[in-house]
């Protein structure tokens, strides 16, 4: 007789190879072997991983079709199967594993369409928080606005790419329209937030994901606007900075000197 | 806003499985429903809308916490960083009842988000008391275990799924939540009779109904083989296994679940109307039955 972890292991292990025969003792009524029963559990925990990826990438399946969709849905879940029973959480790593997916090569914005999403998922998860008022900056005397740090969103998330992703993202979710896109037009970064209940994503004009990368690692106002304008000739922090603060991207600020 | 403590006790009429499609409905209209239902691991993200629609809808109405990811029946330890999560949001929400399944679902670091079936042997009893104990505690409550919608059975069990429920119960002072969707399902494809199932259940200890749909399917020998799939009505036979389990025991809190092919908040209701007639017709005085502390001390097997 099989202990319960020789058990588990066993029905664990047939479960998610197919390849493999139903385990021995696991049986019908009558104590005859059933792999058509058993495959109900098989088809229950693949279509459940597959089902958990397919509400949280919504247009990363709109732009490949559901057929294409669920065969990578599927062999992601079993290279990379969830950690925790919290599904929400779940995929994180597959943009990733579309980067390396190689029927998908020939679409190579499509993990940054996903890792939109995933910010999206994230941003609409995240812990609450009352966004900064942007008054609350208005009475700071010049001198000192250099040295502010902002505290950010817990919702905030920046998505960088080099292709028109937020584009495609657009145009491929719930009311979205497809259309030509010019893949070799110029990258577009992306900003995800959710100041109230709503998650927002925004183009980020070129230089605010640098601004942002250095805000986020805590480096002051003026230090992360240089870290901007290095990368970008014509870089207007006033025009960023009231952008990112309608947007909702911080949550406080401090502005003593380090 | 303040709640009266008894809105922590789930009253003996027709509960609902709230779903996101029907928040909205749910706060505009505030239909007469005794109750709704969530599945915790659902609510466990920090904050966002999932978190404001159910303190909205927890304020206006009792809350079931229904368990999916705890994985009772693993022969591992419990994962103990979700039960920490779990226990947070009980603490947030005062639910009613807190319920989990007699399945595992966790295989190493594995979730595999199915209600796996577990062979009935005295090692697999000691190993679920065990977790049911360590649930309670951490919860600092009773906990409801629910009974398993099954497909296979296992060459070495040794006890009847009804006699392992109940020696669960003694072991670890838990209660239970009897679904009787489950008790077709089981039944049918066990070839067990329903009837005496139900008449066999140890119905002083139920706290909590659960009634839902399933499909058919047929088995290796092209007998009929149903599936759990909550996709649909209530079948005839189970709303008159209902009847049979409420004879015996009173009106109890009876959830409505429907979690594929979500219809219209409607349909739901209509199936808790249908629900609320029998409750109201199987006589005795509802006892209000406040949620029980955990033995202080469990008894070990």
């Known amino acids: 007789m099989p202990s319960l972890a020789e058990r588990q292991r066993a029905f664990a292990t047939a479960l998610i190879d197919p390849s493999l025969p139903i385990p021995a003792g696991v049986v019908d009524p009558e104590g005859r072997a059933c792999p058509r029963r058993f495959a109900v559990y098989r088809n229950n925990v693949a279509t459940a991983l597959i089902e958990a990826l397919e509400s949280s990438f919504p247009a990363v399946r709109r732009l490949v079709g559901e057929v294409f969709f669920r065969e990578a849905a599927l062999r992601f879940a079993l290279a990379e199967p969830p950690r925790s029973p919290v599904l929400l959480e779940y995929g994180a790593g597959f943009p990733a594993f579309l980067e390396r997916f190689e029927p998908a090569a020939s679409l190579p914005y499509l993990p940054d369409v996903a890792r939109i999403e995933r910010a999206w998922i994230e941003a609409h998860h995240a812990a609450d928080a009352a966004p900064l008022d942007p008054a609350a900056l208005s009475g700071l005397p010049c001198d000192r606005a250099a040295e502010i740090r902002f505290a950010m969103h817990p919702a905030l998330r920046v998505v960088r790419s080099h292709y028109p992703a937020l584009t495609i993202w657009r145009m491929n979710v719930a009311d979205g329209v497809p259309g030509p896109v010019a893949l070799d037009a110029g990258g577009e970064d992306a900003l995800v937030v959710r100041p109230e209940a709503q998650v927002n994503v925004h183009w980020l004009p070129p230089g605010g994901a640098d601004l942002l990368d250095a805000l986020v690692r805590g480096e002051p106002l003026a230090a992360a606007a240089a870290a901007a304008m290095r990368e970008n000739m014509d870089f207007e922090l006033a025009a960023h900075l009231a952008g990112l603060l309608e947007s909702g991207a911080f949550s406080d600020f401090s502005a003593a000197a380090a | ?301």
């Open chain 2, 1 to 301: 806003m303040a709640m009266s403590r008894d809105s922590n006790v789930l009253p003996p009429r027709a509960g609902v499985g709230l779903k996101p499609q029907h928040y909205a409905t749910v706060l505009e209209e505030r239909p007469p429903i005794g109750f709704f239902e969530v599945h915790a691991e659902n609510y466990l993200g920090s904050g966002g809308p999932p978190h404001r629609y159910l303190t909205a809808i927890r304020e206006r109405y009792p809350l079931s916490l229904h368990g999916v990811g705890l994985s009772i029946g693993g022969e591992g330890p419990l994962d103990r960083h979700h039960l920490l999560r779990v226990k947070a949001l009980v603490a947030r929400y005062e639910p009613g009842a807190f319920s989990e399944h007699l399945a595992w679902s966790t295989h190493g670091s594995a979730f595999l988000d199915d209600l796996l079936p577990l062979p009935y042997t005295t090692e697999t009893l000691s190993c679920v008391a065990r977790h049911v104990e360590q649930v309670q505690e951490a919860l600092g409550r009773q906990m409801l275990l629910e009974n398993p919608s099954t497909y296979v059975a296992f060459a070495e069990s040794t006890w009847s799924e009804v006699e392992f429920i109940g020696e669960v119960v003694r072991r670890s002072g838990c209660a239970l939540l009897l679904d009787v969707n489950n008790v077709f399902v089981s039944c049918t494809n066990q070839g067990w009779n329903p009837c005496e199932y139900i008449e066999r259940f140890p119905m002083p200890y139920v706290r909590e109904i659960h009634l839902a749909g399933h499909s058919r399917d047929e088995d290796d020998g092209g007998g009929p083989l149903l599936i759990d799939s909550h996709d649909r009505e209530v079948d005839d036979v189970v709303w008159s296994l209902y009847q049979q389990a409420l004879a015996r025991l009173g009106p109890v809190p009876t959830l409505i679940e429907w979690d594929a092919q979500v219809p219209e908040w409607t349909a739901l209701e209509r199936e808790a109307r249908r629900a609320d007639s029998i409750l109201l017709g199987s006589g005795r005085v509802p006892a209000a039955r406040p949620p029980r502390k955990v033995p202080s001390r469990a008894v070990a097997g």
